[in-house]
T-cell receptor
């Protein structure tokens, strides 16, 4: 799987958009970008994934650059409950390859 | 659906003891896996299984055994517990075509 690079930590004011960047410059054509988050002491939670088009669901939006070398996860109106570690993972979808976690970005939402 | 369940929630062992961490899922997922997470660290893959009777090693398999006799269950066995195995253990499963991986609540293990 391609390696990803994320900032170790970020702060965001409550009610503002949180934009979490991820670099994946060695991504292959058949690899998807996945985002998971882990709220303190809980098991990780799936957020969103995409291949090359921008994606949106009830939790977040995923913006992938045209060259696919980087992406941004957007939480449109961050709340205190969004404080968590966010993991950006690149892997081939619809196969048996494991999900490999890096260190992620610790997002702190501040009141 | 209960999703992914893990037992026990918390366990204290003495060095050298053995135990089995239980994991079950009721979503009929073929793929299951075990991770460990040490304080302040990311998740590291221990073992995984792509279906009943099939298992494979992850990044940190030493000291752990797994088996997959049914689709629902994927137990993790510690053969001879060591203090270095003090960690939080997460079990996960995923199915196709939806590639969302679901995690259990974790088992907190302390080895003295």
């Amino acid at each position: 799987d391609a390696k990803t690079t994320q900032p170790p930590s970020m702060d965001c004011a409550e009610g503002r958009a949180a934009n979490l960047p991820c670099n994946h410059s060695t991504i292959s054509g058949n690899e998807y970008v996945y985002w998971y988050r882990q709220i303190h002491s809980q098991g990780p939670q799936y957020i969103i994934h995409g291949l090359k088009n921008n994606e949106t669901n009830e939790m977040a939006s995923l913006i992938i650059t045209e060259d696919r070398k980087s992406s941004t996860l957007i939480l449109p109106h961050a709340t205190l409950r969004d404080t968590a570690v966010y993991y950006c993972i690149v892997r081939v979808a619809y196969g048996n390859t494991p999900l490999v976690f890096g260190k992620g970005t610790r997002l702190s939402v501040i009141a | 659906n209960a999703g992914v369940t893990q037992t026990p929630k918390f366990q204290v062992l003495k060095t050298g003891q053995s135990m089995t961490l239980q994991c079950a899922q009721d979503m009929n997922h073929e793929y299951m896996s075990w991770y460990r997470q040490d304080p302040g660290m990311g998740l590291r893959l221990i073992h995984y299984s792509v279906g009943a009777g099939i298992t494979d090693q992850g990044e940190v398999p030493n000291g752990y055994n797994v088996s997959r006799s049914t689709t629902e269950d994927f137990p993790l066995r510690l053969l001879s517990a060591a203090p270095s195995q003090t960690s939080v253990y997460f079990c996960a499963s995923r199915g196709t075509p939806v590639e969302t991986q679901y995690f259990g609540p974790g088992t907190r293990l302390l080895v003295l």
